[in-house]
C-alpha cells in the first residue's frame, strides 16, 4: 500500500501495526524500596493528622504501583480505519476524536498521540514503531484535525520516575 493509494482513496485502505501498549523500563530493588520509603512516610504523616482513611489508600495505591511497575506490556495492535481508531480491542469513532498530534523526534520518539472526547482517559499514547509517520499523519487529516498536544506535568513526572 503506497501512501498516493491511502491519500486518494482513504475509504478502502487502512494502516495496521503491533506495538507494546506502553515502554517498560526494567525496575531495580532500589526503585521498590524507593517506593516503600515514600509510602512508609506518607502513612506516617497520614497517623500524624489522624487520616486513616489516607493511610489506607496510600498503602493500596503503593502496593499496585509496585504490582504495575513488575508487570511486562502487552502487544497490541493498532489499525487507522475509515471508521475510526482502533487499540487492542476498542473502536475510537473518529467523531469521538477532538484531535491527534504525531510526536516525531528520531530515533528517540515516535508516537501518535490522540484526543478522546472522554473525561477518564482523555489523551492516548501509542508507539508507531516503523509505521510511516507521514503516512498516518496524511490518513488521519482526512477524518480528524491535528493539533500539537503538549505533554502533561504527569506523564514529565511518570517519565522521569521511569515508570
Do not use: C
Not at 31 to 54: C, P, Q
Not at 82 to 92: A, L, Q, S, T
Not at 138 to 145: A, C, M, S, T, V
Amino acid at each position: 500500500m503506497t501512501e498516493e493509494e491511502i491519500i486518494l482513496d482513504p475509504y478502502s485502505h487502512q494502516i495496521e501495526w503491533a506495538t507494546y501498549e506502553y515502554e517498560h523500563h526494567e525496575k531495580t530493588p532500589d526503585w521498590y524500596w524507593a517506593l516503600g520509603v515514600i509510602a512508609l512516610g506518607l502513612i506516617v504523616v497520614a497517623f500524624i493528622f489522624k487520616n486513616f482513611l489516607f493511610a489506607i489508600i496510600i498503602i493500596i495505591g503503593a502496593f499496585t504501583m509496585a504490582l504495575y511497575a513488575s508487570r511486562r506490556p502487552e502487544i497490541v495492535n493498532i489499525t487507522l480505519s475509515p471508521r475510526g481508531v482502533k487499540i487492542k480491542n476498542r473502536m475510537f469513532p473518529y467523531q469521538n476524536i477532538k484531535s491527534f498530534w504525531i510526536e516525531y523526534d528520531p530515533p528517540y520518539q515516535k508516537e501518535l498521540i490522540i484526543e478522546a472526547d472522554r473525561l477518564a482517559l482523555p489523551k492516548i499514547s501509542v508507539d508507531m514503531e516503523d509505521v510511516d509517520p507521514l503516512l498516518v499523519r496524511n490518513f488521519l487529516k482526512q477524518f480528524i484535525r491535528e493539533k500539537r498536544h503538549e505533554e502533561s506535568l504527569f506523564d514529565t513526572v511518570l517519565k522521569l520516575l521511569r515508570f
